[in-house]
């Protein structure tokens, strides 16, 4: 009959939209590659844990390369892409990231020992790989474990011109902190408890020389440890020297972090500011005081962070290389 087929080819164009859209907007779950790679978990954490034996830099290196990853175009292992062909990719970004190394040379290590197992070759994404490796390296440092939900897909783009504007700044101020997070539905909670990733890790002098030769010195930071830290960082940047970002315990993963910011030891005007504007210092007071209210914390905003933006179902691809597209 005339009249049914378009009818039919309705219903069919509609359940073609719903039912692409669906896969598309699939979740993430815990138990995603269960059966396509069931020992994922394992082949990454030993990667990990054989490559902070190697270097402690690992540790910082992968946590700050996945929350890269996730403010530029989501999770999607777009921040591993090299530059190639003419194409000036997200890491090689003029801001000068200075993402280490040792972060990318992870994921690469974990994906050849993943694609190892026939079962599982090409069939983990670099975008889950890099998310599990980052709970790796925070547990191996004394920091909370969590589940972390897996289903990623890697992006197929990656340039640099997609960071400008992306990423927070040391310099930022709380209004400016929070409407970034927010913009990726990360509540001030989270962007408090996501900032205490600066318990581990270095910075170069570059990002923190305007608060200690600044007239007057920045009047946030704590008189002590201005004067250490020019001890440390001569008035001409060397951008060879790179320090710890938390001086207490600066190979540990704790809440040291939000007590140095009670002390003005907040490296960043973007970590001081956490305890200097009234609307976040009971956060940063709560945490101080409870280490398990901030792992806690810690924990639901990564998984938080984990969801930004991600590609699943057909969207993207698996990446055969992390750092090239196939
Ligand atoms: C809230 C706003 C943030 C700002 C303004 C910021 C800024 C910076 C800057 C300027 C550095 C030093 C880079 C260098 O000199 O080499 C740094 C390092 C680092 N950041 Fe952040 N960051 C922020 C949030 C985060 C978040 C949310 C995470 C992870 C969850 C993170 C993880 C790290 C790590 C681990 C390092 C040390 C990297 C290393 O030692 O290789 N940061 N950050
Ligand atoms: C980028 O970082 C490298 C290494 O930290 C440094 O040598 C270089 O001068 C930086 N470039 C810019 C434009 O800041
Ligand atoms: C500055 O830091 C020292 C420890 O380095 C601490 O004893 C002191 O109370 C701090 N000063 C302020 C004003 O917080």
Redesign the pocket.
Known sequence: MAAKSPFLLLLLSLCLILCFSSTANAQLSQNFYAKICPNVESIVRNVVANKIKQTF?TI??T??L??HDCFVQGCDASVMIASAGGNTAEKDHEDN????GD?FDTVIKAKAEVDKVLQCKNKVSCADILALATRDVIAMSGGPSYAVELGRRDGLTSTASSVTGK????T?NLNR?NAL?ASHRLSQTD?IA??A??T?????C??FSNRIYSNPIDPTLNKTYAKELQDMCPRIVDPRI?IN?DPITPRKFDNEYFKNLQKGMGL?T?DQVLFTDARSRQTVNTFAQSSTAFFNAFAAA?TK?GRVDVKTGNQGNIRIRCDAFN
């Open positions: 830099v910082p290196a946590l700050r996945f929350f990231m200075s993402l280490a972060g990423l927070p700044h040391p930022d902190l997070f962007m996501l900032s990733a600066h581990v890790g270095f910075s170069h570059g990002k790179a970002m960043f973007s990564m962070l």
